[in-house]
């Protein structure tokens, strides 16, 4: 009996052993397997991870080059603005107070205000929105205001006096336009180089 429990036993023991290490074999197996899947796995999506973040950098590189180059633009485009509107307002004050209608002081005034029309036509598109919609009404009644002025200038040598004060009058009060004109430039210069208030 004892012969037949060790027939039937050790085989069975042996089967057992077996199975129990092909198991161990396999799980090891499979388990290296996960494993190496794992870091393949993860080792892409690293990669996967810094392309895309290459490409972000890249394009946001070029986007801030972009608009870096369009605020320098922007920046000279209202500084140069800003050059031209005090030469108007300067222009402007000799022509109302110094000036005889439509003399050398006078022609001086239209060129300033031709150059500022045809620079600020050529450049709107840069120039802040409100700047823009007040640069326009000055432009608009600037050069009329003047011209005007001058036929006023004529009612003073012709006497009429109530005449040739109110076209100075209105000629003086489109001219006050133009500070604030200005320091909103100024504001919005500032803004743009980062250094307002």
Known sequence: ???????????????????FLS???????????????????KNQFDKDVIEFKNSIEKE???????VAGIFERQANVVSELYSKLYNLESSMNVAINQGTPWDEKYEEFKTCYFKLRKYWGRNRILI???????IEN???DAFWSVENYGSGERQFLGRD??????KKNEALKLKESIPVIMEQLRSSFRCMIGVDD
């Open 128 to 134: 802040p929105q409100n700047v823009d919609g007040e």
């Open 138 to 140: 000055l432009l608009k």
């Open 161 to 166: 006096f109530e005449l040739g004060t109110e």
């Open 23 to 41: 198991k161990r074999l396999i799980e090891s197996y499979f388990k290296t397997r996960e494993k190496e899947s794992e870091m393949m796995i």
């Open 60 to 66: 946001s590189l070029r986007y801030n080059v972009k």
């Open 1 to 19: 009996m004892e012969q037949l429990l060790e027939t039937l036993f050790t085989p069975a023991l042996l089967i057992g052993a077996l199975t």
